[in-house]
């Protein structure tokens, strides 16, 4: 598997139902921020979208997909200047599968979900996003994602058996696509793991260590296979992912460790030699040290102290 694949399965990506909101001009509703990562798609008109902290605001079109990290508040509206009425109130008698609406006429249809992430991980991938992704109809990937958002179109509005199984499989396509954009957009410059994808070298080494984590792999090693010297990796490595190599590695390592922790009856020994450690008592140090606590108190408890630090 590659990187992306693998960091999506280690975060159990669960996307929520729909909502699909159908909106006459003017229109302006204000969403509290997401505390993952909140996906949204325009299937019909425009509008404009706003995140805390940024300036001013993104015009969306028919096609346009957007994703909002960093549980930041948002707003979308038909025009500019129009006061917000907070979702708690737009959405207050919303059922499943139903499609809200904002005045007599339907000038704009988007529908947004969002994205649920194993807690103790979910900063692997939200911490390397920026408050605002955005994929325009335009974009390379665009035929993709034309044929998903109109797959999605059909199931927003008339849901029928087996609809939420359907869009939530809609929503981790589309997410992908958007993270490829982000990717192909950003470039390898301050996006962590991520985005370092896009660097040849660098992208092949974290493909090699997602392929083979338990590999007693050294940076010199990791240069060889990627036809770098040692020095050249590993100030690359460090300068697009954020970390040195074996840092990644380590976190990684943990990571998944502590995931098999919580969802199997494996022994403490067993996952650590899965995941490279002879020992397991190096095991429980390099987790306490990634996790914040020892296995066995984070397989009683299934927490973590505090928000450790990803791998950016």
Same mark, same amino acid.
């Given at each position: 598997?590659?990187? &992306?694949? *693998? $960091? !999506?399965?280690? +975060?159990?990506?669960? #996307? @929520?139902?729909?909502?699909?909101?159908? %909106?006459?001009?003017?229109?302006?509703?204000?969403?509290?921020?997401?505390?993952?990562?909140?996906?949204?798609?325009?299937?019909?008109?425009?509008?404009?979208?706003?995140?805390?902290?940024?300036?001013?605001?993104?015009?969306?079109?028919?096609?346009?997909?957007?994703?909002?990290?960093?549980?930041?508040?948002?707003?979308?509206?038909?025009?500019?200047?129009?006061?917000?009425?907070?979702?708690?109130?737009?959405?207050?008698?919303?059922?499943?599968?139903?499609?809200?609406?904002?005045?007599?006429?339907?000038?704009?249809?988007?529908?947004?979900?969002?994205?649920?992430?194993?807690?103790?991980?979910?900063?692997? &991938?939200? *911490? $390397? !996003?920026?408050? +605002?992704?955005?994929? #325009? @109809?335009?974009?390379?990937?665009?035929? %993709?994602?034309?044929?998903?958002?109109?797959?999605?179109?059909?199931?927003?509005?008339?849901?029928?058996?087996?609809?939420?199984?359907?869009?939530?499989?809609?929503?981790?396509?589309?997410?992908?696509?958007?993270?490829?954009?982000?990717?192909?957009?950003?470039?390898?410059?301050?996006?962590?793991?991520?985005?370092?994808?896009?660097?040849?070298?660098?992208?092949?080494?974290?493909?090699?260590?997602?392929?083979?984590?338990?590999?007693?792999?050294?940076?010199?090693?990791?240069?060889?296979?990627?036809?770098?010297?040692?020095?050249?990796?590993?100030?690359?490595?460090?300068?697009?992912?954020?970390?040195?190599? &074996?840092?990644?590695?380590?976190?990684?390592?943990?990571?998944?460790? @502590?995931?098999?922790?919580?969802?199997?009856?494996?022994?403490?020994?067993?996952?650590?030699?899965?995941?490279?450690?002879?020992?397991?008592?190096?095991?429980?140090?390099?987790?306490?040290?990634?996790?914040?606590?020892?296995?066995?108190?984070?397989?009683?408890?299934?927490?973590?102290?505090?928000?450790?630090?990803?791998?950016?």
């Amino acid at each position: 598997m590659d990187p &992306l694949t *693998d $960091v !999506l399965a280690l +975060l159990d990506l669960r #996307g @929520a139902q729909f909502a699909r909101l159908e %909106a006459q001009e003017p229109w302006a509703v204000g969403f509290s921020g997401y505390r993952h990562i909140k996906f949204g798609a325009v299937l019909q008109g425009g509008c404009r979208i706003s995140v805390a902290g940024l300036p001013g605001s993104v015009m969306l079109g028919e096609g346009d997909c957007y994703l909002i990290g960093s549980g930041r508040a948002y707003e979308l509206s038909g025009g500019p200047a129009v006061p917000a009425v907070p979702s708690a109130e737009v959405f207050a008698d919303y059922t499943e599968g139903a499609t809200v609406r904002i005045g007599s006429a339907c000038d704009a249809v988007v529908v947004g979900c969002g994205f649920d992430l194993d807690e103790a991980n979910a900063a692997v &991938l939200v *911490d $390397v !996003l920026p408050p +605002l992704v955005h994929l #325009g @109809a335009a974009a390379g990937t665009a035929g %993709a994602v034309r044929a998903a958002l109109e797959l999605l179109r059909t199931e927003t509005e008339s849901p029928g058996w087996g609809t939420p199984f359907v869009t939530e499989r809609l929503a981790h396509v589309l997410l992908v696509h958007l993270l490829r954009a982000h990717v192909a957009e950003r470039g390898t410059a301050g996006g962590g793991w991520l985005t370092a994808l896009a660097d040849r070298q660098i992208g092949a080494a974290l493909a090699l260590m997602h392929e083979t984590p338990a590999h007693r792999w050294t940076v010199a090693g990791l240069a060889a296979k990627v036809g770098m010297s040692r020095s050249q990796f590993a100030a690359r490595f460090s300068e697009c992912v954020g970390v040195p190599p &074996l840092e990644y590695l380590v976190s990684w390592r943990i990571r998944s460790a @502590a995931r098999e922790l919580r969802t199997t009856d494996r022994t403490v020994s067993a996952i650590a030699s899965r995941w490279g450690y002879g020992a397991e008592s190096s095991f429980s140090h390099a987790f306490k040290r990634v996790m914040g606590v020892a296995p066995g108190r984070y397989r009683v408890t299934g927490t973590h102290a505090g928000r450790e630090t990803a791998p950016r």
